[in-house]
């Protein structure tokens, strides 16, 4: 799987929002971009994930480069909760069994009051 | 609730016992997964199961025996434990193939003195 690469940390106001990008620039053709996140004491929590179209959800925006050597984590309205550390992750999807993850050091995103 | 449970949440022993972790998700998935995460906060996998047998083990050493008695289950049992055996540990489960993300479970603390 390819590796990628995020800030150590950033800061974010709340109500605005945060913008986490993340460096995946080996990413191969058919290896998708996942994002989750891991509050303080608790398991990792999946956020989003896509190949090449920009994906949203209840959590979040995922927008990825056309050359897809690039995305970013977009939390419209970033609370207090948002709080935690946030992983860029790029896996093959297969049809067979399932791959493992491989987690990176992550970006520490600190909400501020 | 749907989730990922692990037992116990916190556990401290003395080096050289030999203890175990249990796991167990209502999902519905057929694959489970034991994570190590180091006081580094680095996430690696250990072991990975689909419908009971092992399809992933990384290089872990085999004082580390994941036992999977069904699907919804996987326990991880640890022998003649050492110092560095001190860690956090996640459960995590997920659909076979495809896309499908991971659900971690909140994560066992051990602790050997």
């Known amino acids: 799987d390819a590796k990628t690469t995020q800030p150590p940390s950033m800061d974010c106001a709340e109500g605005r929002a945060a913008n986490l990008p993340c460096n995946h620039s080996?990413?191969?053709?058919?290896?998708?971009v996942y994002w989750y996140r891991q509050i303080h004491s608790q398991g990792p929590q999946y956020i989003i994930h896509?190949?090449?179209n920009n994906e949203t959800n209840e959590m979040a925006s995922l927008i990825i480069t056309e050359d897809r050597k690039s995305s970013t984590l977009i939390l419209p309205h970033a609370t207090l909760r948002d709080t935690a550390v946030y992983y860029c992750?790029?896996?093959?999807?297969?049809?067979?069994?399932?791959?493992?993850?491989?987690f990176g050091s992550g970006t520490q995103l600190t909400v501020l009051p | 609730d749907t989730a990922v449970s692990q037992t116990p949440k916190y556990l401290v022993t003395q080096m050289g016992n030999d203890k175990s972790i249990k796991c167990e998700q209502n999902?519905?998935?057929?694959?489970m997964y034991w994570y190590k995460q180091d006081s580094k906060k680095f996430l690696k996998i250990m072991f990975s199961?689909?419908?009971?047998?092992?399809?992933i083990n990384e290089t872990v050493p085999n004082r580390f025996s994941p036992k999977s008695p069904d699907k919804a289950h996987l326990n991880l049992h640890i022998n003649s434990l050492e110092l560095g055996d001190s860690a956090v540990y996640f459960c995590?489960?997920?659909?076979?193939?495809?896309?499908?993300?991971?659900?971690f479970g909140n994560g066992t603390r051990l602790t050997v003195t």
């Open positions: 995590a489960s997920s659909r076979t193939g495809g896309n499908s993300p991971l659900h």
């Open positions: 080996t990413i191969s053709g058919n290896e998708y």
């Open positions: 896509g190949l090449k």
């Open positions: 992750i790029v896996r093959v999807g297969s049809s067979g069994s399932a791959r493992q993850l491989t």
């Open positions: 999902l519905g998935h057929d694959t």
């Open positions: 199961y689909n419908n009971k047998e092992l399809i």
